[in-house]
């Protein structure tokens, strides 16, 4: 595995190689600003310190802005410092349109009663479980040295969402289930989706259609969502444009003996062709029930 680490001239390169080094030593770790090393690598960090300004001149000047757009849009991507603000909408040092990347600022601290610029070791409090974090506490100290931090757009909403993801799965582990209605694996999509709007903005368009007696069918619980998951990352998401994702379920009782429903999910522009028909059968009145796809 390569694992990229972009040099514009604006980072702790060595720092961040070494440190990539230690707790990848499986993986080449390749500085470079070469875009189509960029591209081929599987993984790509863009570290960033200074002034947000000088980090945006410096990037484009690099000729790796583009190659690290795209890199955000289809790999595992670690910004680090002002190289993760960039990622953003506007930055307010120096009134720097940032990337675009990500819907939001990045404002100066205000009436914090701190000092400003943060510096020092202080205590971090994590509000979602992420993999990133699983072996640290709620409490670890980190060093700080900034005056600006970023402001997500609809962060709050983008939490919710994902506590909602995360219960739903966490429900299924716990009860067991192996069918659960398509009303709830449909609300679990309609979840998913409306995160990955979060992410993409208008990037991503939506048209969601379905049958009322089409939801009331029994299906296996994560039967649609990674449908749908391939259509959003690899129909939509690389595309600097994005486009619609279209997902659709009717009632398909006349097909089959058992009530059954048929869904269909499709992206377009069809850059990478995922249309996947598939009918699901509810549970016939010996309370066996049976999955069946076509496509």
Not at 1 to 18: E, L
Not at 99 to 116: H, M, S
Request: net charge negative.
């Amino acid at each position: 595995m390569q694992i990229a680490v972009v040099d514009y001239g604006m980072g702790n390169i060595r720092s961040v190689s070494k440190a990539l080094e230690r707790v990848a030593p499986q993986a080449q770790v390749l500085v470079t600003s070469d875009p189509g090393r960029i591209r081929a690598a599987e993984r790509v960090v863009v570290p960033g310190q200074g002034a947000m300004p000088d980090c945006m001149r410096q990037l484009a000047a690099s000729g790796a802005r583009e190659a690290v757009v795209e890199a955000t849009r289809d790999k595992p991507f670690l910004g680090i410092c002002i190289g993760m603000q960039m990622l953003f909408d506007h930055g307010e040092e120096g009134d720097t349109p940032g990337l675009g990347l990500l819907a939001g600022e990045v404002p100066r601290f205000r009436d914090t009663g701190l000092k400003i610029p943060h510096m020092g070791w202080n205590q971090v409090r994590f509000d979602v479980e992420h993999p990133y974090t699983r072996h640290l506490d709620d409490g670890e100290r980190f060093y700080f040295v900034h005056s600006y931090f970023p402001d997500p757009a609809r962060a709050e909403d983008a939490l919710e969402r994902l506590g909602e993801l995360l219960r739903f799965g966490q429900w299924v582990h716990q009860t067991g289930s192996d069918w659960v209605p398509l009303s709830r694996e449909w609300g679990f999509v309609g979840t998913y989706l409306e995160l990955e709007r979060v992410r993409l903005g208008d990037r991503l368009r939506l048209e969601i259609e379905a049958d009322p007696s089409a939801l009331e069918v029994a299906v296996p619980p994560f039967a649609l969502q990674p449908v749908v998951e391939n259509a959003v990352k690899h129909g939509i998401a690389p595309r600097q444009l994005g486009g619609q994702v279209t997902v659709r379920a009717t009632d398909a009782t006349g097909m089959s003996t058992q009530a059954s429903a048929h869904f269909t999910v499709t992206n377009a522009p069809p850059v990478v062709a995922l249309t996947d028909p598939r009918t699901l059968t509810r549970r016939p009145a010996d309370r066996r029930r049976t999955s069946t796809a076509s496509g």
